[in-house]
Nanobody
Framework: EVQLVESGGGLVQVGGSLRLSCAAS????????IGWFRQAPGKEREGVSC????????YYADSVKGRFTISSDNAKNTVYLQMNSLKPEDTAVYYC?????????????????????WGQGIQVTVSS
């Protein structure tokens, strides 16, 4: 059974940092792209960052470029999202998801509807 579990969210002040973790099980980690998405109240789900399965290339949305870093630990089947210089507009529920085709992680964006398996989501709140 494919399972993705997020952890590491919480409340942080403006300018602070958090590291989210996405622990994956039930599939060969290297075969799939893993994406991080977020959804704020009243807004559409947004692709934030992703890492491909094949060559571990990474992509970031413009809104987080230079502040967020995605990485992976294959031995732990875990993908991380290090979030620095957090802003109030980063407040959202964050999700990780897996793309079984390892195709939808590129400079053309991270389409959420193309991702197949999702975690339950975790709240990140940035207070001003």
């Amino acid at each position: 059974e494919v399972q993705l579990v997020e952890s590491g969210g919480g409340l942080v002040q403006v300018g602070g940092s958090l590291r989210l973790s996405c622990a994956a099980s039930g599939f060969t980690f290297d075969d799939y792209a893993i994406g991080w998405f977020r959804q704020a109240p009243g807004k559409e789900r947004e692709g934030v960052s992703c890492i491909s399965g094949s060559d571990r290339s990474v992509y970031y949305a413009d809104s987080v470029k230079g502040r967020f870093t995605i990485s992976s630990d294959n031995a732990k089947n875990t993908v991380y999202l290090q979030m620095n210089s957090l802003k109030p507009e980063d407040t959202a529920v964050y999700y990780c998801a897996a793309d079984l085709l390892d195709y939808y992680c590129s400079g053309y964006g991270i389409p959420s509807y193309k991702y197949d398996y999702w975690g339950q989501g975790i709240q990140v709140t940035v207070s001003s």
